[in-house]
Nanobody
Framework: QVQLVESGGGLVQAGGSLRLSCAAS????????MAWFRQAPGKEREFVAA????????DYADSVKGRFTISRDNAKNTVYLQMNSLKPEDTAVYYC???????????????WGQGTQVTVSS
């Protein structure tokens, strides 16, 4: 089992950048694929990005390709989401998730953090 805690959210102007972090507890972090999802008010939770246990494979939603980068540091039990060229439509609560397999569907992920708010002003 793994516990996840997100940080790094905040308020930023359109065009700006933020880096989210997700710290995981437990000695088996390196066995898990990690992902970021987001949920805007009144909308369903949607996939943002995922990275394999080794960091060798990653996947992105079309809406964030070229702007967001997911990475991980297994020595620090942490996964990151670097968000550049932010847009107002990126405003959402961002959640970190963990699972044994790399996927882009909400139901595939067994472990979730509490989320961190990202607000992009126009």
């Amino acid at each position: 089992q793994v516990q996840l805690v997100e940080s790094g959210g905040g308020l930023v102007q359109a065009g700006g950048s933020l880096r989210l972090s997700c710290a995981a507890s437990g000695r088996t972090f390196s066995r898990y694929a990690m992902a970021w999802f987001r949920q805007a008010p009144g909308k369903e939770r949607e996939f943002v990005a995922a990275i394999s246990w080794s960091g060798g494979s990653s996947d992105y939603a079309d809406s964030v390709k070229g702007r967001f980068t997911i990475s991980r540091d297994n020595a620090k039990n942490t996964v990151y989401l670097q968000m550049n060229s932010l847009k107002p439509e990126d405003t959402a609560v961002y959640y970190c998730a963990a699972n044994y397999g790399l996927g882009s569907t909400y139901s595939e992920y067994a472990y979730w953090g509490q989320g961190t708010q990202v607000t992009v002003s126009s």
